[in-house]
């Protein structure tokens, strides 16, 4: 399940900086990153080190968005917690996804726009979200 922390927690990690030095590059080889990197960034995963973007041709894991390194992380490190707050909007979707796979926590500073079904844990309240409505007023809480 996929839970929301809104704020700053300080174990929390910034994705894009974890990514650089923590990456594994099998990790690129897991058929859902790959659906992720095509999701993202309209990019594809060819092998070993090597994504063909269509903006800057062949490029390395590390020149993909902050947003999917995140994700990335999000998804292969579920024992950490990441600040969601550099995915965009088009993360959204993937997020839930990631939630209905594994277990994974996450801190948010704005109101990122879940499209209905969802299932949110939200941590500051310990409960489940299960409308936009819901997640929407929660949200304004804290942010």
Same mark, same amino acid.
């Given at each position: 399940?996929?839970?929301?922390?809104?704020?700053?927690?300080?174990?929390?990690?910034?994705?894009?900086?974890?990514? %650089?030095?923590?990456?594994?590059?099998?990790?690129? %080889?897991?058929?859902?990153?790959?659906? &992720?990197? *095509?999701?993202?960034?309209?990019?594809?995963?060819?092998?070993?080190?090597?994504?063909?973007?269509?903006?800057?041709?062949?490029?390395?894991?590390?020149?993909?968005?902050?947003?999917?390194?995140?994700?990335? &992380?999000?998804? *292969?490190?579920?024992? =950490?917690?990441?600040?969601?707050?550099?995915?965009?909007?088009?993360? @959204?979707?993937? =997020? *839930?996804?990631?939630?209905?796979?594994?277990?994974? %926590?996450?801190?948010?500073?704005?109101?990122?726009?879940? @499209?209905?079904? =969802?299932?949110? &844990?939200?941590?500051?309240?310990?409960?489940?979200?299960?409308?936009?409505?819901?997640? &929407?007023?929660? @949200?304004?809480?804290?942010?």
């Amino acid at each position: 399940m996929l839970t929301v922390h809104f704020g700053e927690l300080d174990e929390m990690q910034y994705g894009p900086s974890w990514f %650089k030095y923590n990456y594994k590059p099998e990790w690129l %080889k897991d058929p859902f990153v790959q659906e &992720m990197i *095509k999701g993202v960034d309209n990019s594809e995963y060819v092998d070993g080190l090597v994504i063909n973007s269509p903006v800057f041709g062949p490029i390395p894991p590390e020149r993909l968005s902050g947003g999917l390194k995140t994700l990335i &992380m999000i998804y *292969k490190r579920t024992d =950490l917690i990441f600040d969601a707050t550099s995915c965009g909007q088009n993360c @959204a979707v993937w =997020l *839930k996804e990631i939630g209905r796979r594994v277990d994974v %926590k996450v801190c948010l500073e704005y109101l990122m726009d879940f @499209a209905e079904p =969802l299932e949110i &844990m939200i941590d500051n309240e310990n409960r489940i979200v299960r409308s936009e409505k819901d997640f &929407m007023y929660t @949200a304004m809480k804290y942010i």
